[in-house]
């Protein structure tokens, strides 16, 4: 059995737990990060636009890539110290509900976390990025919380055609 447990900063301690909790030990497990494109990407446009081409030792992008990077290692590092059992790390970067779609490619579980408005239960409670990982996984998904999950009372009424 292979399970991908996708990490994102804030909500990885569920998903490291969900695994703990629900895939055997004999598991093959990938703690699977993905960095978007998006600060490193604008940061690079806005030197090169705002302050010309000339001097590429001083484009902030590289750095905050530099930085992201080893925001994922540690991230990385920490998932597998509380996972407390042998594990792959795999990062990743690009489109970060593709790559995620992509790393599942071959698994038997994928793991994640929502990420949306959590404070009720309802689709709201998935953001962009794991609403298009839940809707794409090419393999069965376990979708956690990352805390207590909220009452049944925070579920919006029916329609009034529905009643």
């Not at 703990?20 to 703690?31: F, Y």
């Not at 994922?72 to 489109?95: F, I, K, N, V």
């Amino acid at each position: 059995m292979r399970v991908i447990a996708w990490l994102v900063e804030g909500t990885w301690p569920a998903c490291v737990d969900a695994v703990r909790a629900h895939v055997p030990d004999s598991a093959e497990v990938v703690l699977l990060h993905v960095s978007g494109p998006d600060v490193p990407g604008l940061a690079h446009g806005a030197f090169a636009g705002l302050l010309g081409r000339g001097h590429p030792e001083r484009d902030p992008g590289a750095m905050l890539e530099t930085l992201g990077q080893g925001t994922a290692a540690g991230l990385l590092d920490a998932a597998a110290e509380r996972l407390g059992r042998p594990c792959a790390r795999e990062e990743r970067s690009g489109r970060v509900e593709r790559e995620v779609v992509a790393a599942a490619e071959g698994a038997d579980l994928l793991v994640l976390a929502r990420d949306g408005e959590r404070s009720r239960l309802g689709p709201k409670s998935l953001g962009p990025a794991a609403r298009f990982a839940v809707d794409h996984a090419p393999c069965p998904v376990l979708l956690v919380w990352p805390e207590p999950a909220p009452g049944l009372e925070t579920i919006p009424p029916a329609p009034p055609r529905h009643r």
